[in-house]
């Protein structure tokens, strides 16, 4: 059984200073990985995808992968109110089409 | 930009009623996904199909089945409805490189 796991918070982080996500998986297989972001009674919403051992940066968004750890993670520097969501991680299934996802982080940032 | 349209927002049924959500892409992406989504258990993969006329169980395709008799559309069908069938019901794309796209999502309550 494939397993992606995240703590589930709620996580909460001071406006302006950085939040940091995390999240493991059995599947030494996999090759990529996705942030999704969830507002409460939305859809998950695709923020960043990650492939490659190392950092990946996006504005205020940086995703680093260790596969060596089977270790993903989501660093949000200088967080806004916005920011507060639920954050899901998800794996690729090495071998088919498939995703499979964490079940979120819920983060609230504090004004 | 990716599109995916569900029929509902909001739907309300009764137990044993014959229920079906539809979901339309605007392109022509093959790999089409239904999800169910509840507290605590995350994301669960109900269906997959790559293809029209080609369809995949998920982690739990009991109580549902899936249509796809054109391309852009992926319909999932709850042959009896039941209480438990309750939730958020989403549908997703996935244009390339496993990254998926998801649509607004249906939330369904079975009385």
């Given at each position: ?5 995240q703590?589930?918070?709620?996580l909460?982080?001071?406006?302006g ?15 990529s990985?996705?942030?999704?972001r969830q ?14 051992n ?11 992968l ?39 982080t819920r983060l609230?940032?504090?004004? | ?9 909001y ?6 009623e ?17 999800y ?8 669960r ?15 739990i ?22 209480t ?13 490189s ?14």
């Amino acid at each position: 059984q494939k397993e992606v796991e995240q703590n589930s918070g709620p996580l909460s982080v001071p406006e302006g200073a950085i939040a940091s996500l995390n999240c493991t998986y059995s599947d030494r297989g996999s090759q990529s990985f996705f942030w999704y972001r969830q507002y409460s009674g939305k859809s998950p919403e695709l923020i960043m995808s990650i492939y490659s051992n190392g950092d990946k940066e996006d504005g205020r968004f940086t995703a680093q992968l260790n596969k060596a750890s089977q270790y993903v993670s989501l660093l949000i520097r200088d967080s806004q109110p916005s920011d507060s969501a639920t954050y899901l991680c998800a794996v690729e299934n090495f071998g088919n089409e498939k995703l499979t996802f964490g079940t979120g982080t819920r983060l609230t940032i504090i004004p | 930009d990716v599109k995916v349209t569900q029929s509902s927002r909001y739907l309300v049924k009764r137990t044993g009623e014959k229920v079906f959500l539809e979901c339309v892409q605007d392109m022509d992406h093959e790999n089409m996904f239904w999800y169910r989504q509840d507290p605590g258990l995350g994301l669960r993969l109900i269906y997959f199909s790559y293809d029209v006329k080609m369809k995949e169980k998920g982690d739990i395709p009991e109580g549902y089945s899936v249509s796809r008799e054109k391309k852009e559309r992926f319909s999932l069908i709850l042959e009896s409805a039941s209480t438990n069938q309750t939730s958020m019901y989403l549908c997703a794309i996935a244009p390339s490189s496993y990254e998926q796209y998801f649509g607004p999502g249906t939330r369904l309550t079975v009385t």
